[in-house]
């Protein structure tokens, strides 16, 4: 048996099969064979550029998420720093004085500590307002546009 001639049995078909196929193929789809290319009009439907066709695939992700897992992860939070007995004596030095001035709506720059509610800790923001009222319940300074902000998460506060 010459190898060269029976390759195909490989998958159990033989020469006389295959020409069979072919046959009945030319006979079913013949009429099609010769036909042209089908090409969509160029003014409505222009062919789409292959960058555009590879990003059609490019949304699929494998590991939903992970990237911004990563970036969550490597995101920095600093911890709110503990304020000794004279800061503290100073912040409510200004506080009491902000209050005082109250109908005068005084500008207000101050840092204070923001907690992060996905990750411990959080960060140190500056806002820069004109102050409107300290809701002492509540604890907190509410500034014109309303803004408010936890009297315990003030770092520092200058009346400007």
């Not at 046959?23 to 003014?43: F, I």
């Not at 004279?86 to 109908?103: C, F, G, M, S, Y």
């Not at 990750?119 to 307002?129: L, M």
Request: hydrophobic fraction near 35%.
């Amino acid at each position: 048996m010459d190898k060269k001639k029976y390759w195909h049995n490989v998958l159990g078909v033989t020469s006389k099969e295959l020409k069979n196929a072919a046959d009945e193929a030319v006979r079913q789809y013949g009429d099609m064979m010769d036909l042209p290319h089908h090409e969509p009009d160029p003014v409505n439907h222009p062919r789409m550029s292959l960058e555009a066709r590879a990003a059609q695939f490019s949304p699929f992700a494998a590991l939903t998420g992970y990237e911004d897992a990563i970036k969550e992860s490597a995101r920095y939070t600093d911890e709110k720093s503990e304020l000794s007995d004279t800061r503290k004596a100073e912040i409510d030095a200004v506080l009491q004085n902000l209050i005082a001035r109250e109908k005068e709506s005084p500008t207000v720059q101050l840092t204070f500590f923001k907690e992060d509610y996905v990750k411990h800790g959080g960060s140190y923001c500056s806002f820069k307002g004109n102050f409107r009222k300290a809701d002492l319940i509540r604890n907190v300074l509410i500034f014109i546009g309303g803004k408010e902000i936890p009297i315990d998460d003030i770092y520092n506060i200058i009346l400007v």
